[in-house]
C-alpha cells in the first residue's frame, strides 16, 4: 500500500457504498416493472397508522416489495455513516503518522450520506405525487449522481495524494474520455425517458407516463447508443495505436464488452415487447455501463509523487 493511499479497510466501506448504490437502482428497477410503486401508498409510514405492511391492505404483494426497497435505504444509510466514519478515521490516523490529512476523501465520503437523504426525500415525493414520471425520473437521476459522487471517492482512496496531477495521454484522448462519459448520461437519460414512456409505469392503477411516442423515443435511444459504441471503439483504438496506459485500455475494452451485451439486450427486450425479467436487467446494465465509463478518465491521469503506474 502507497503511504497516501488508504487502507484496504477504509477502501473496502467505501467500495460497499458503491455496491450498495448500484443494488438500490436494480430493487427500484423490480418495483417499478412488477407494478408495486404505490405498494405503499404513503410516506414515510408504508400505510396511514403504520411503518410496516399490514395484512388488510388492499397492495397484497406488491406492499411487501415496495416496503423492502424501503428498507434497503436503511443499509445504505447504515453504509453511508460508515464512510464517513471511516474517511474521518483514516484522517485521525494521518496525523498520528506526520501525514498530510486528504480533505478530499472527507468531502467526497459524505456524498453517500447527502445523497441517501436527499433519495428518501424524493421517493417520499415520488409516491406522493403518484408516480408521477418526472419525480421517478429524477430519482433514477439523482441515483446515477450519487454513483458518480461514489465512484470518484473510491478512485481518490486509491491515489497516493491529490497532488501533483499528471496526466497519462493526450489532451485529445482525454477528451475523448470525457465525451464518452457526456454521451454516456445522454444514453442513460433516454433511457429513463423510454421506460418512462412505455410500459412500466411503476403501479398497476397509476397510469403516470411521459408523452413521447415509445417507438420514436425508442429509436432515438438506440442511436445514442450506437454513438457511444462508436467513440468507445476509437478510444480503444486511439490507446492502442499510442500505446496509452494499459489500465486504461483494459477499462475500455471492459466497458465496451459491457455496452455491446447491454445493446443485443436492449434490441431483445424491444422485440420480445418489454418483459419485466429484461428490463430489470437492462436497468443493471445500464447502472454498470455508468460506472465502467466514470473509471475511464482516472486511468488517464495520476495523482501524486511519480511512480510506475500502468
Known sequence: MM?????????????????????????????????????????????EGSYTPLARQAEAWHKYVEFG??????VLGLLAIAAVAAAIWDARRRQRAGQPVRRSIIALAFIPM??????????????????????????FG????????VVALVVRSGDEADQPVRYLSALPIRGLAWALVAVSGLVVLLGVLTTGSGPHSGDADAENRFSFDP???????????????????????VL??????????????????IALAQGALGYAQYFSGLPAALVTIHVLGATLVWVAVLFLPPALRQRGPAQHRE
Open 240 to 257: 492502442t495505436v499510442t500505446s496509452g496506459p494499459r489500465l486504461a485500455l483494459r477499462r475500455t475494452y471492459l466497458l465496451l464488452g
Open 114 to 139: 447527502v445523497g441517501t437523504a436527499a433519495q428518501a426525500v424524493l421517493g417520499g415525493i415520488t409516491v406522493l405525487t403518484g408516480l408521477h414520471p418526472a419525480t421517478v425520473a429524477a430519482h
Open 215 to 237: 417507438r420514436t423515443i425508442s429509436w432515438l435511444h438506440a442511436d445514442v447508443v450506437l454513438l457511444f459504441l462508436g467513440l468507445t471503439i476509437g478510444l480503444a483504438v
Open 69 to 74: 426497497n424501503r428498507l434497503l435505504t436503511f
Open 142 to 149: 439523482l441515483s446515477m449522481a450519487i454513483i458518480a459522487g
Open 3 to 47: 503511504p497516501g493511499r488508504c487502507p484496504p479497510v477504509v477502501r473496502g466501506v467505501f467500495i460497499a457504498n458503491l455496491v450498495a448504490q448500484v443494488g438500490i437502482v436494480v430493487t427500484g428497477a423490480v418495483v417499478r416493472v412488477t407494478g408495486s410503486g404505490l405498494g405503499c401508498p404513503t410516506w414515510p409510514e408504508c400505510v
